[in-house]
């Protein structure tokens, strides 16, 4: 079995000529976490798989969440012990087995308002959460809760407002670049066999009878129209299910709501701490999460009607997080310290609840006509056991015994040997006369796939140097992305294989012309499209500073849509 570890433009163009040739067995619609997962699964199981996604890998949901591998909190509050259990389980598999590589451990402290009786109430879920993790029948990956007196508090966070609490828990979760996860899941996919192909639309389903039998596809990238039959499809669209399934003819058995979260980016020198904050709020929990040279401060949680592909943060929005995290800082943060915003909807399933954030983070997966799978809501955490589930019900519909779920057993590329490669990162660095941060950098992306990226840059040494305005990003990922990372486009490689456009001070304008120019000598881009790539992404920068002024959804959205996307999709 020939195997490429790539997902370069001729991989693209492999995978689409396979689809349009043979039938499978399974077909996946939809590129965020549940869809590489699904084809994963489904690939690892035997069978012959596609994977096709309209825009970017990841570039919904699955690129602008809290990047947090957690068991969810709140979620004990809510009596929700079967969803925590289950997700502290998936965190366990992915932090040790799984992606050890791109999923690390990440430390909080929830702050004690009250004595007593506020210790002891939050200390017994704390407890609870840490027994949860060990049922899965390994150890959890992380270090148990602690309880914290205010003098450790302020020890370990000076920057804490010395009237905001009267002590602390102390307690672990995991984080990921969640875009960065997707597309190695892709890759992965890819590697052991199925067919994927980001930026192909899927604009209606063919249909024998009441059953469906494959897709219409349409390739923004050439214009070409083709048709992919498969025997069992999975729609795996997220926010946009409600939407895939009206091309069905279909009404749905279930309907999925949007809900809106922002994140702010902060400089980590903006205030001192050894660990991130869980904080309360009116309406739910707000996390402080360090990530890297800087912060991650989210999340909001309001329904959005409007633009599902760019929602927009709002300066509502954005004075509503910077008011909540100052409530407890002794010096407060204000619009100057914030260096990047993000917006991303939240796929929840509707129920009796007009709130958003008190509906359902379970999932559901229905055969809603024959041929068809759906699987909609859960959260990042549990996107393994959501696939598993797809599957499963995709799997029952087809002739023959088909295997069970291995994906337990099954690491992404770059997980197998990160630990021996973490441990000679030294060596290493020296070998290739390279400072040992950036090998660290190196490996906490690409896992022991790092040889590659360090091939790039033996045969150019130029491809060594930092990007413009970027400096934890090498040129030599901008190659990376494009060449084996499916990057097609600018956009792609500074919003999703770096995170420079919420990162940087100027969002990737510096790095954009640089970063283009690399791009085009791996994809044959000539001058006039090369400088298409720059103009639409300072276009993107521009309306998102824009919209994140605006003082509600409706105008922040008219202006974000000012700037055309460099694919057409709608």
């Known amino acids: 079995m020939t195997r490429s570890t790539k997902l370069g433009p001729e991989e693209r163009e492999a995978a689409i000529a396979r689809l349009k040739e043979k039938e499978l067995d399974i077909l996946v619609v939809g590129g965020g976490i549940v869809g590489t997962g699904s084809a994963l ?83 017994a879920g704390m407890l609870l959460y840490d027994l949860f993790s060990y049922t899965g029948g390994r150890p959890p990956g992380v270090p148990h809760h602690r309880h914290l007196s205010k003098r450790q508090v302020m020890k370990a ?50 249909k024998v009878g009441e059953r469906v039998v494959g897709v219409k596809a349409h390739d923004l990238q050439t214009d070409e129209r083709f048709e992919v039959r498969a025997k069992q499809v999975v729609n795996a669209t997220g926010v946009w299910t409600d939407d895939t399934q009206r091309m069905v003819g279909e009404r749905g058995t279930f309907h999925v709501r949007a809900s ?3 994140h702010l980016v902060v400089p980590r020198d903006r205030f001192q701490s050894t660990m991130g904050l869980l904080l309360r709020t009116e309406k739910s929990v ?41 409530a407890v800082l002794g010096v407060p943060l204000t619009r100057e310290d914030v260096e990047g915003v993000y917006a991303g909807l939240r796929p929840l399933l509707a129920g009796e609840s007009e709130q958003t954030s008190k509906l359902s983070r379970e999932h559901v997966v229905a055969h809603t006509v024959p041929g068809l799978v759906v699987v909609a809501g859960g959260k990042w955490t549990t996107y393994r056991v959501m696939a598993k589930d797809a599957i499963d019900a995709a799997a029952d519909a087809l002739d023959g015994k088909v295997p069970a779920s291995t994906t337990q057993d099954i ?25 040992k941060v950036r090998i660290e950098h190196l490996l906490n992306r690409y896992g022991t796939m790092t040889d590659e990226l360090l091939d790039i840059i033996r045969s150019d040494a130029s491809l060594g ?26 956009d792609d490689v500074l919003a999703r294989r770096t995170r420079i456009s919420i990162e940087a001070w100027d969002r990737g304008v510096s790095a954009a012309p640089v970063a283009a120019r690399l791009m085009a000598g791996v994809l044959g881009w000539d001058a006039a499209r090369e400088a298409l790539e720059v103009e639409r992404y300072l276009e993107r920068v521009a309306a998102e500073r824009a919209s994140q002024l605006q003082p509600d959804d409706e105008s922040a959205d008219r202006v974000r849509l000012e700037a055309p996307d460099i694919v057409k999709v709608d």
């Not at 932090?95 to 210790?119: D, N």
């Not at 990007?467 to 600018?490: K, Q």
């Open 260 to 262: 809106k979260g922002i």
């Open 41 to 123: 699964d489904a690939v690892t199981r035997g069978l012959s798989v596609g994977l096709l996604e309209a825009r970017d890998w990841a570039s919904g949901t699955s690129s602008r969440s809290s990047k947090l591998v957690h068991g969810g909190i709140r979620y004990l509050e809510q009596l929700d012990f079967r969803l925590v259990r289950e997700a502290l389980i998936e965190r366990g598999l992915l932090l040790q087995r799984i992606a050890p590589h791109l999923v690390k451990p990440v430390r909080f402290l929830y702050p004690l308002k009250t004595r007593f009786i506020e210790r002891f109430y939050v200390g």
């Open 157 to 206: 966070i000076p920057s804490l407002a010395p009237n905001a609490l009267i002590g602390g828990i102390t307690y672990y979760d995991g984080q990921v670049d969640d875009a960065r996860y997707v597309a190695s899941l892709a890759r992965t996919a890819s590697f052991y066999g199925a067919h994927v192909a980001s930026r192909v639309k899927v604009e209606g389903f063919i």
């Open 465 to 490: 140097e930092p990007l413009p305005g970027a400096d934890d990003y090498l040129e030599a990922e901008v190659v990376y992305a494009a060449s084996h990372e499916g990057a097609l486009h600018l």
């Open 286 to 326: 707000l996390f402080v999460i360090p990530w890297g040279r800087h912060w991650l401060i989210g999340t909001t949680d309001t329904e959005w009607n409007l633009d599902k592909a760019h929602p927009a943060a709002t300066a509502a929005d954005i004075d509503y997080l910077l008011e909540h995290v100052n």
């Open 411 to 435: 690491p992404l590329l770059g997980a197998e040997g990160y630990q021996a490669a973490w441990n000679k990162r030294g060596k290493i660095a020296r070998a290739f006369g390279v400072h």
